[in-house]
């Protein structure tokens, strides 16, 4: 165990590296942040940023020499960075390599029998693999590493398109991936000890705009039978990596309510942002606790919660006036402090927290129309909404550990 006074280390200072430091010094752990950027949304509250690119040979030394264990915000770490702190990493390397890395990822999905949409992989400097006649289109071509929020991402819809969509990627390594007829989307966030001793937090149920998340809606039902499959699911692949920290694993839903998993975070990630305000321990609280091996903490929900994503986009030309939105008692609002709004980028987000679930959708829909941001579809694949009962969340050993 870590004792609080020592010194921790996140490599990357976005918003989740600035919610793992708020967390962490509310235990009496300074951090340190390992980032390039001389304004990342961590460099103001951290005890102190090294500002050097994440493989900075230098850098890196000082970082390890002055902390006691090391997270990440990211799966985005050099190789280089990866072997230089993996002494100190929680989640391990290899998790992080696997993550990071899209055909990495599939293959150690399949290899675990677990389900992936068909795809097949595309190596640099290679020639172009066969595709069956059986492969789906239309397809999504992926870039395997360095891809989100759908960025690195083209659009095959016939065999005969491949070759000039990879080409437009630049030739990279890349995925294959069908195209899913989506009926719903979310995801699983769980919490691993290094005990083995593991947490789920509700099911997060996503809803996408042009490929990057727009809002999150939680509510304090037990799980249906779709998300304890899911939760089996998350738990094997932790189990699998010999886990320590917290993992996201999205999900699809597929038109005849099959699920696949899209992709894994070794780490907090934005659908669970909503456990700040609408969780007895938020995901960096329990991000915290595994790095520095205390007891987890208790996932319950206290409130039916929606969560939405503030873009650039909306900074146009300046910054919203949040009045209208400070109007609403019962939304909070967090801002990253970002110096630049581009389009897309994350800027903030809001925690909607509403006396009763069912009208989350009404408020939501309020909230869109005062920052003039369009309706999303209904919001009909829902689970029903239960009024806030308290799950039953305690921390759960494996029956098999
Ligand atoms: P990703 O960056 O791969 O997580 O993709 C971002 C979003 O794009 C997902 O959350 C989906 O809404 C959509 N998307 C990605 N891959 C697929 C797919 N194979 N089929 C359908 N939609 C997808």
Same mark, same amino acid.
């Given at each position: 165990?870590?004792?609080?006074?020592?010194?921790?280390?996140?490599?990357?200072?976005?918003?989740?590296?600035?919610?793992?430091?708020?967390?962490?010094?509310?235990?009496?752990?300074?951090v340190?942040?390992?980032?390039?950027?001389?304004?990342?949304?961590?460099?103001?509250?951290?005890?102190?940023?090294?500002?050097?690119?994440?493989?900075?040979?230098?850098?890196?030394?000082?970082?390890?020499?002055?902390?006691?264990?090391?997270t990440?915000?990211?799966?985005?770490?050099?190789?280089?960075?990866?072997?230089?702190?993996a002494?100190?990493?929680?989640?391990?390397?290899?998790?992080?390599?696997?993550?990071?890395?899209?055909?990495?990822?599939?293959?150690?999905?399949?290899?675990?029998?677990?389900?992936?949409?068909?795809f097949?992989?595309?190596?640099?400097?290679?020639?172009?693999?066969?595709?069956?006649?059986?492969?789906?289109?239309?397809?999504?071509?992926?870039?395997?590493?360095?891809g989100?929020?759908g960025?690195?991402?083209?659009?095959?819809?016939?065999?005969?398109?491949?070759?000039?969509?990879?080409?437009?990627?630049?030739?990279?390594d890349?995925?294959?991936?069908?195209?899913?007829?989506?009926?719903?989307?979310?995801?699983?966030?769980?919490?691993?000890?290094?005990?083995?001793?593991?947490?789920?937090?509700?099911?997060?149920?996503?809803?996408?705009?042009?490929?990057?998340?727009?809002?999150?809606?939680?509510?304090?039902?037990?799980?249906?039978?779709?998300?304890?499959?899911?939760?089996?699911? @998350? +738990? #094997?692949?932790?189990? *699998? %990596?010999?886990?320590?920290?917290? =993992?996201?694993?999205?999900?699809?839903?597929?038109?005849? &309510?099959?699920?696949?998993?899209?992709?894994?975070?070794?780490?907090?990630?934005?659908?669970g942002?909503?456990?700040?305000?609408?969780?007895?321990?938020?995901?960096?609280?329990?991000?915290?606790?595994c790095?520095?091996?205390?007891?987890?903490?208790?996932?319950r929900?206290?409130?039916?919660?929606?969560?939405?994503n503030?873009?650039?986009?909306?900074?146009?030309?300046?910054?919203?006036?949040?009045?209208?939105?400070?109007?609403?008692?019962?939304?909070?609002?967090?801002?990253?402090?970002k110096?630049?709004?581009?389009?897309r980028?994350?800027?903030?987000?809001?925690?909607?927290?509403?006396?009763?679930?069912?009208?989350?959708?009404k408020?939501?829909? @309020? +909230? #869109?129309?005062?920052? *003039? %941001?369009?309706?999303?579809?209904? =919001?009909?694949?829902?689970?029903?909404?239960?009024?806030? &009962?308290?799950?039953?969340?305690?921390?759960?050993?494996?029956?098999?550990?």
């Amino acid at each position: 165990m870590i004792p609080g006074g020592q010194t921790l280390g996140v490599l990357g200072g976005g918003q989740l590296g600035l919610f793992f430091v708020l967390a962490a010094q509310r235990h009496g752990y300074p951090v340190w942040v390992l980032d390039p950027d001389p304004h990342c949304p961590a460099a103001r509250t951290a005890a102190r940023h090294l500002c050097a690119p994440l493989d900075d040979p230098v850098a890196l030394e000082e970082f390890t020499r002055g902390v006691a264990a090391i997270t990440v915000e990211s799966e985005n770490i050099p190789a280089a960075t990866l072997a230089h702190c993996a002494a100190w990493m929680r989640p391990g390397p290899e998790a992080v390599r696997i993550a990071q890395d899209r055909c990495l990822e599939k293959s150690f999905l399949r290899d675990l029998d677990l389900p992936v949409a068909p795809f097949i992989a595309l190596d640099a400097g290679t020639p172009l693999p066969p595709v069956t006649d059986d492969f789906p289109f239309p397809a999504l071509l992926k870039t395997a590493r360095w891809g989100y929020d759908g960025k690195g991402q083209e659009t095959v819809v016939r065999a005969e398109d491949l070759a000039a969509a990879w080409q437009t990627l630049g030739a990279v390594d890349a995925v294959l991936e069908a195209r899913v007829d989506l009926a719903a989307e979310f995801s699983i966030l769980l919490a691993r000890g290094e005990d083995g001793m593991v947490v789920f937090y509700p099911a997060a149920h996503n809803y996408h705009r042009d490929g990057i998340l727009d809002l999150t809606l939680v509510c304090a039902t037990e799980p249906t039978a779709v998300e304890a499959e899911a939760r089996h699911m @998350a +738990l #094997r692949i932790a189990e *699998a %990596l010999d886990y320590i920290g917290v =993992l996201a694993v999205e999900f699809f839903v597929d038109g005849h &309510g099959e699920i696949l998993i899209n992709e894994l975070a070794p780490r907090p990630h934005n659908s669970g942002h909503f456990s700040l305000d609408a969780s007895i321990h938020s995901q960096f609280d329990q991000q915290l606790r595994c790095l520095c091996g205390l007891p987890l903490g208790d996932t319950r929900l206290l409130s039916p919660v929606a969560m939405m994503n503030l873009l650039g986009d909306l900074w146009n030309p300046q910054e919203p006036d949040w009045s209208s939105i400070l109007e609403h008692p019962q939304t909070k609002l967090w801002l990253y402090g970002k110096r630049e709004a581009r389009p897309r980028r994350k800027m903030g987000h809001l925690t909607i927290l509403p006396e009763h679930s069912h009208a989350i959708a009404k408020t939501v829909a @309020a +909230l #869109r129309r005062s920052l *003039a %941001l369009p309706d999303l579809p209904p =919001l009909g694949f829902l689970p029903e909404c239960a009024d806030p &009962g308290l799950l039953p969340t305690a921390p759960h050993r494996p029956e098999h550990e």
